[in-house]
T-cell receptor
Framework: DAKTTQPPSMDCAEGRAANLPCNHS???????VYWYRQIHSQGPQYIIH???NNETNEMASLIITEDRKSSTLILPHATLRDTAVYYC??????????????FGQGTILTVHP | DTGVSQNPRHKITKRGQNVTFRCDPI?????LYWYRQTLGQGPEFLTY????????KSRLLSDRFSAERPKGSFSTLEIQRTEQGDSAMYLC???????????????FGSGTRLTVV
């Protein structure tokens, strides 16, 4: 699986956009980028995923650079409930690892009033 | 209930005892995964099943750990002769087969928190 690099922590003011970066410079052509978040004492929650096009759903937007070596998760109007650890993951693409998710340490996002 | 269910939510056990956790996945999901998470770390892969077949085990999974999914539905994770280092959150997740671009990610349960004293 391609390795991802995320900043350990970020802050954001409530109501503002939160932009969480992720580097995945060794990603291969058929690997997807997934984002999950984990609120304290709960299991991780799926947010969004993409291959090479930008994606948007009701929770967030995902911007993937043209060379696919990095991506940004955007929470357009952050709320206090968005305070969580955010994980950027590249999904395994081959053999028995296909579909397996390997988590790093993620980014702790703190949304403050 | 359409989510992933894990039981128990919390387990406190004495060192050396055996413990067993249960995971009930989303019914139509073929794949079931077990992860372990310690404080301040991301979830760490342990093993996964596709239907009843156990397809991969982490090298980190010692012989004291065993997992089963006998009928391709629920799964159990057993830890024998528990040690204090086994204290962690044990997470279960399920997913459809990862067959292409519209395959969504995992759905995780809320986990079982194990404390070995």
């Amino acid at each position: 699986d391609a390795k991802t690099t995320q900043p350990p922590s970020m802050d954001c003011a409530e109501g503002r956009a939160a932009n969480l970066p992720c580097n995945h410079s060794t990603i291969s052509g058929n690997e997807y980028v997934y984002w999950y978040r984990q609120i304290h004492s709960q299991g991780p929650q799926y947010i969004i995923h993409g291959l090479k096009n930008n994606e948007t759903n009701e929770m967030a937007s995902l911007i993937i650079t043209e060379d696919r070596k990095s991506s940004t998760l955007i929470l357009p109007h952050a709320t206090l409930r968005d305070t969580a650890v955010y994980y950027c993951i590249v999904r395994g693409a081959g053999g028995t690892s296909y579909g397996k998710l390997t988590f790093g340490q993620g980014t702790i996002l703190t949304v403050h009033p | 209930d359409t989510g992933v269910s894990q039981n128990p939510r919390h387990k406190i056990t004495k060192r050396g005892q055996n413990v067993t956790f249960r995971c009930d996945p989303i019914s139509e999901h073929n794949r079931l995964y077990w992860y372990r998470q310690t404080l301040g770390q991301g979830p760490e892969f342990l093993t996964y099943f596709q239907n009843e077949a156990q397809l991969e085990k982490s090298r980190l999974l010692s012989d004291r750990f065993s997992a089963e999914r006998p009928k391709g539905s629920f799964s159990t994770l057993e830890i024998q002769r528990t040690e204090q280092g086994d204290s962690a959150m044990y997470l279960c997740a399920s997913s459809p087969l990862p067959t292409g671009p519209n395959t969504y990610g995992y759905t995780f349960g809320s986990g079982t928190r194990l404390t070995v004293v």
